[in-house]
């Protein structure tokens, strides 16, 4: 499985972005997926988690209300739609894949990104 993701960028406070993350390889609608991130000297964390049909999603708490992840099975493609950025919003965004992963921890997700770099300047 490869995952590539787009739409990383620089905006200011109060912006929005929208992420993608294109898959490649087999049953991609079988793929529990999300959005990690991890910003300098700071540990990765948890954006937003989905399961495979797009039924069950999980957000942690700086992200509930202002960032959306959605996914589209037949394109292959993972969202995540960021509304309302904050300066410390500012991180490198991975997505994230695995066969099942419901948890918070890194280290369940097999699959990763290179990342895309996320600015928000005040």
């Known amino acids: 499985v490869q995952l590539v993701e787009s739409g990383g960028g620089s905006v200011q406070a109060g912006g929005s972005l929208r992420l993608s993350c294109t898959a490649s390889g087999p049953r991609f609608s079988n793929w529990f997926m999300g959005w990690f991130r991890q910003a300098p000297g700071k540990e990765r964390e948890l954006v937003a988690r989905i399961n495979w049909s797009g039924s069950n999603t999980h957000y942690e708490n700086f992200a509930e209300g202002r960032f959306t992840i959605s996914r589209d099975n037949a394109k292959n493609t993972l969202y995540l739609q960021m509304d309302s950025l904050r300066p410390e919003d500012t991180s490198v965004y991975y997505c994230?894949?695995?066969?099942?992963?419901?948890?918070?921890?890194?280290?369940?997700?097999?699959?990763w990104g290179q990342g895309t770099q996320v600015t928000v300047s005040s």
């Open positions: 994230v894949a695995d066969s099942y992963a419901t948890s918070s921890d890194w280290r369940d997700y097999t699959y």
